[in-house]
């Protein structure tokens, strides 16, 4: 069995869902975050969803974050690594696809904070509770602009 096939099972995605093609030509998000988060495992879920396939380290993404040129004021629980773009926090997938479409000259996208209604952030003990927030796209110079509003 292929490991996307894996990834998807440990997901609990329908592997009936998938061809082998749309499995090989998946974008793969490598993602560093704390190993005890569950919001993170979410989130990473999320992304398996959307038809990202994924690599999770369990060991923090502080170093992660610093190295990628992701500003430390915009840290959340985990940093991901797709494109050679860095996608920091509840980021959804949408718009990370539309980050790899679009191709903009920036570090990637970040969701500072963990804003519930966002995805990883929107599970049944949030009582469907969803709270405005943006997507930034981060430039090589620590600067932001609003990529994409959420309300």
Known sequence: MQRRTLLALAAGL??????????????????????DCGCC???????????????????????TRQRLAMPASLGSCHTGLVGGYA??????????????KEKPRAVGLAVPGMPVGSPGM????????????DVLLVLADGSTR???AYR
């Open 122 to 133: 929107d599970g049944p003990a949030y009582g469907g509770r969803r709270d405005p927030y």
């Open 41 to 63: 495992q979410d989130w990473v879920k999320h992304l398996n969803r959307s038809g990202f396939a994924t690599r999770v380290h369990n060991e923090g993404n502080g170093a």
């Open 146 to 148: 609003v990529y994409q």
């Open 87 to 100: 996608i920091e926090g509840h980021v959804p997938a949408r718009e990370v696809q539309r980050l790899l």
């Open 14 to 35: 329908p592997i009936g869902s998938f061809t082998g093609a749309s499995l090989a030509a998946a974008p793969m998000v490598e993602i560093w975050k704390d190993p």
